[in-house]
């Protein structure tokens, strides 16, 4: 039995991410993770004013399972974005949140940040996705894009491969931007030749990277592919996302 690896989503994964809070802002799943520098699946405890003047509130949280970053009990919201997450006064909701260290050094989040809700049936393979991330220690951060006008996204249209038992691959890339090298690693593949083509193509692709923060300019760019399986009218097809 065989399936054609199909290019359904490229800067989204599994959908815009945010389905409680519906605002994609034009980032994937992906994105958001290697971005951010705390993900986990949180309950919030209860939200309070940090001072007076201060435009952000201090969210008390408890910590169900951490995904990425350090131990944290207390993250930050803008006051203008507190309305998307339906703070209760007693706190209550639970969000897988993707937090950034602000400019003021405060671990914050926002509407667009991709929080989402753990519990919704369609986002289950994210949070299996999660706590597959989470056991290989992916702890840098590193916010850019690229262009997916090369040979890997042109040329993985249509193959051609054996169905996978699993419904999910990933693989790591290294990628050395002054000698024009990238190294990969399989985290978590497939296990058929599926793996093999997808480091293939992935070394002898062009890679060109860019970033909003003119301090980022790394010679090693860090991001993950993630392959999924799933059926689409009526065949098991994959789409793939960048990390």
């Avoid at 971005?35 to 969210?59: E, L, T, W």
């Avoid at 296990?191 to 002898?204: C, F, H, P, Q």
């Avoid at 993950?224 to 097809?237: H, P, S, T």
């Amino acid at each position: 039995m065989r399936f054609k690896l199909s290019l359904l989503s490229l800067f989204a994964f599994l959908i815009p991410i945010s389905n409680l809070i519906a605002c994609s802002c034009g980032s994937s799943f992906s994105e958001d993770f290697r971005a951010s520098d705390f993900v986990a699946h949180v309950k919030f405890k209860r939200a309070f004013m940090a001072s007076k003047g201060n435009p952000y509130y201090a969210v008390e949280i408890e910590v169900i399972e951490k995904y990425k970053g350090p131990d944290l009990k207390t993250i930050w919201i803008d006051n203008d974005e507190l309305c998307p997450f339906h703070l209760q006064p007693n706190g209550g909701e639970e969000l897988v949140i993707f937090s950034r260290i602000d400019h003021l050094g405060n671990f914050s989040i926002h509407e667009c940040s991709g929080n989402f809700s753990p519990y919704l049936k369609h986002r289950s393979i994210e949070v299996q996705i999660l706590k597959k991330l989470k056991s290989f220690d992916l702890e840098y951060v590193q916010d850019f894009w690229f262009e997916t006008n090369n040979l890997f996204f042109n040329q993985s249209w249509g193959w051609e491969i054996d169905i996978p038992e699993k419904n999910f691959a990933i693989y790591e890339v290294a990628y050395d931007r002054l000698n024009f090298y990238a190294e990969v690693k399989v985290l978590d593949g497939f296990g058929n030749r599926t793996d093999e083509k997808v480091t293939s193509l992935i070394k002898k692709s062009d890679w060109h990277f860019y970033s909003l923060y003119d301090n980022f300019d790394p010679n090693i760019f860090r991001f993950l592919i993630i392959l999924e399986k799933e059926f689409w009218k009526g065949k098991q097809v994959t789409k793939y996302t960048y990390l």
